[in-house]
């Protein structure tokens, strides 16, 4: 039988595994979700657009990132139950390399930065807006999603509390 150690590690190279995948699909979906490209112009160097066209790859990042780290934390929790702390632990960081992935790859797929292609234009052409996060702010979406998702789970499942009165751990005053 595998040690408690074993154990605990190949759930956190699961639950890594399970959110890298799941950033690089919610990549894509962001970036088939805000396509096409919002157009601005460019003006004395710098590119111009609407102030709802630049903020909604960002508010896209957040509406996709909230729910993936909410469900998928949740499922995980729920399945992963030897220890809470390595299982929010591996899932925090698991949240973290998900939003890492999903911007980065994410960036890739876009259109160049607007804000380097601006400088070679002359003024009122057009330029594409490229696929970011506005803020510092976005990228805790995921992250807090994952955490709100996996307590929830613990405080409301009587799974561990049961798997402790059956090995005859009995937590309050002896």
Do not use: N
């Amino acid at each position: 039988m595998p040690s408690d150690v074993a154990r605990a590690a190949r759930d956190v190279l699961l639950v890594l595994a399970l959110f890298a995948v799941a950033g690089v699909a919610a990549a894509y979906l962001w970036h088939w979700w805000w396509s096409p490209a919002p157009v601005g112009v460019a003006f004395e160097k710098e590119p111009y657009f609407e102030p709802d066209q630049e903020f909604r790859s960002t508010g896209m990042f957040v509406a996709i990132a909230v729910p993936l780290g909410l469900v998928l934390s949740m499922l995980l929790t729920f399945f992963l139950d030897r220890d809470e702390v390595v299982t929010i632990a591996a899932l925090l960081a698991g949240s973290c390399l998900a939003t890492a992935l999903m911007v980065v790859v994410g960036y890739a797929l876009g259109p160049q930065d607007a804000h380097q292609v601006a400088p070679r234009l002359d003024d009122l052409e057009k330029v594409r807006a490229d696929l970011r996060v506005q803020s510092f702010a976005p990228y805790l979406a995921m992250p807090v999603g994952t955490l709100v998702g996996s307590v929830a789970v613990l405080l409301t499942t009587g799974k561990r509390r049961s798997h402790r009165a059956s090995t005859g751990y009995a937590p309050g005053p002896t």
